[in-house]
Nanobody, 128 residues
Framework: QVQLVESGGGLVQAGGSLSRSCAAS????????LGWFRQAPGKERVFVSA????????RYGDSVKGRFTISRANAKNTVYLQMNTLKPEDTAVYYC?????????????????????WGQGTQVTVSS
């Protein structure tokens, strides 16, 4: 069974940094746009960042622009999210996702309905 395995969550103080990674169990995921979403308690799952096939056109949600950086390493079937200058409002469960229905998409979508395969989610908590 194909898996997206996330790692790197945890607890950090405001102003600190965390690195997230999401590793796919199959190389075919290198053909897909990959994204990160987050869901805070009692709120909807919202877009954080995404990157297209081949590393094209990174996109960011307004609340994380300038602080978060997405990248991918196809040799490792992995997408990364570097989170800097973290704020308490960044506290959420973070999910990685793949857009498998549109292979070789260079401009990734930001709507969660465009992503059809999800990781298990990992908690990120930022203390004030």
């Amino acid at each position: 069974q194909v898996q997206l395995v996330e790692s790197g969550g945890g607890l950090v103080q405001a102003g600190g940094s965390l690195s997230r990674s999401c590793a796919a169990s199959e190389r075919t995921f290198n053909n897909y746009a990959l994204g990160w979403f987050r869901q805070a308690p009692g709120k909807e799952r919202v877009f954080v960042s995404a990157i297209g096939w081949g590393g094209g056109t990174p996109r960011y949600g307004d609340s994380v622009k300038g602080r978060f950086t997405i990248s991918r390493a196809n040799a490792k079937n992995t997408v990364y999210l570097q989170m800097n200058t973290l704020k308490p409002e960044d506290t959420a469960v973070y999910y990685c996702a793949a857009d498998r229905s549109r292979p070789f998409r260079t401009v990734p979508g930001f709507d969660r309905d465009e992503y059809d395969y999800w990781g298990q989610g990992t908690q990120v908590t930022v203390s004030s």
